[in-house]
């Protein structure tokens, strides 16, 4: 593949709290999609999926490009990444501009619309991460492209998704630092939507929980549509820690305990190290147990918390989908089902079967961003475009 130049592929950049995982996809759709190469490095200089120091996130980042591009053959410098974090949020929008004297409709009409929505749904100091479920209207009608149509009143709805300007600072700091160009921001929720759940589940109504070493995200997709996003700090890094406390032990061997006996009936005696690796601790099998399930209901609980604000008046016909390294807890589905009553399945990614052996599922995220740039990219730039010169432009100009 020496030959690809960067037209023929889409580059997904996952910058996670536990690593960043970098996906290079051959341009294509359906059968076509292919897998060229995976790149990884330990996060630096983040937490909780948030960047807080740009200079050492962009080393790390820089290493697992350098992997992605010898693995693949390819040479890039364009991404899509995610962003993610806590304060990740979904605001719907529905705006309308009066047009003077039934003028046709030009780009600058939908630059004007695409501002006063953002302006509308965001908070001060917010800025626009992407804009979903867009839909246009004149004079009260649908239309699916309102460039050169003429009426008297244009109207947009959307949903603006958004972080704190910061956040997004951070993140455009670390990838000029990194020599990388935004092709767009994708907020990581949506991401994964995109690679683990099937047509028809996005169709009938599916909740998608994510759950990461530091958060979990919980997205509701309904009609092929995002309806709500929200995100919880805690992840299954908090099932390690409360481990390693409760057993006096290292997080590395909190973390085999956890992968070894997930949400099983212990019988017996567990023996971890102690924390100076001298001795060894001998902790009731029903302790660890409890420690594990009871920091497992507290983000089930947010789970059915999210459910139960989406005010649904039927079932989730598509269930509930787990994905995220903590989604392979064992028997957390099971747990799952049980406690939120509605089906529940893992989800998984085919183009990830056979690579990168058992840490395939690390690399979801980023197999979801170079997706979404062959799926949705150009129009979904398009979109971003016509929001620029107020809240995305003035960073991208001062990134030049």
């Known amino acids: 593949m020496a030959g690809t130049v ?118 001060a100091e917010w800025l626009v991460v992407q804009l979903v479920n867009n839909s246009f209207y004149i004079d009260g009608k649908h239309v699916d492209r309102p460039l050169g149509c003429r009426g008297r009143e244009l109207g947009m709805e959307a949903v603006v998704l958004a972080v704190p300007e ?50 979990t995200k919980a997205t509701f997709i309904n009609h092929g549509m995002l309806y709500r996003l929200n995100v919880f700090p805690v992840g299954g890094g908090h099932i390690t820690a409360d481990l390693a406390v409760g057993l006096h032990t290292s997080l590395k061997a909190a973390e085999r305990v956890k992968i070894d006996y997930g949400l099983g009936s212990i019988a017996g005696h567990v023996n971890v190290p102690n924390l100076s690796g001298t001795d060894c601790n001998v902790i009731s099998g029903e302790l660890v147990h409890r420690i594990i399930r009871s920091r497992s209901e507290e983000i089930l609980e947010f789970v059915k918390q999210f459910i139960k604000n989406l005010k649904l008046e039927a079932s989730l016909p598509g269930g509930i989908v787990l994905t995220g390294g903590g989604a392979l807890l064992c028997e957390l589905p099971e747990l799952a089902r049980d406690y939120l009553k509605i089906p529940v399945r893992r989800g ?26 062959t799926e949705h990219g150009q129009a979904n730039c398009e979109a971003m475009r016509m929001a620029e010169g107020g809240f995305v432009g003035r960073f991208k100009s001062w990134l030049r």
């Open 6 to 123: 960067q037209k023929d592929v889409a580059v997904g950049l996952d910058i996670g709290t536990s690593g960043i995982y970098v996906a290079v996809l051959k341009n294509g759709y359906g059968a076509k999609q292919e897998l060229l190469g995976l790149g990884y490095s330990p996060s630096v200089g983040v937490e909780k999926g948030r960047i807080v120091n740009p200079e050492e996130a962009a080393t790390a980042v820089k290493k697992a490009v350098a992997d992605a591009r010898a693995a693949a053959g390819v040479a890039f410098t364009s991404v899509y990444v995610n962003i993610d974090g806590p304060e990740l949020a979904a605001g719907p929008g529905n705006v309308k501009r009066a047009i003077a004297r039934r003028q046709v409709i030009a780009r600058r009409h939908l630059q004007e619309l695409y501002r006063h929505l953002c302006e509308t749904v965001l908070p």
């Open 166 to 215: 910061r956040q997004m600072e951070q993140t455009l700091l670390c990838l000029r630092n990194a020599d990388l160009k935004i092709a767009q921001t994708v907020a990581g929720p949506l991401a994964i939507a995109q690679t683990v759940l099937a047509g028809v589940e996005r169709q009938l109504g599916v909740v998608c929980v994510d759950i990461g070493a530091g958060i």
């Open 348 to 373: 998984y990614n085919v183009l990830l079967e056979g690579k990168a052996s058992e840490d395939a599922y690390r690399y979801t995220t980023a197999v979801g961003l170079a997706l979404w740039g």
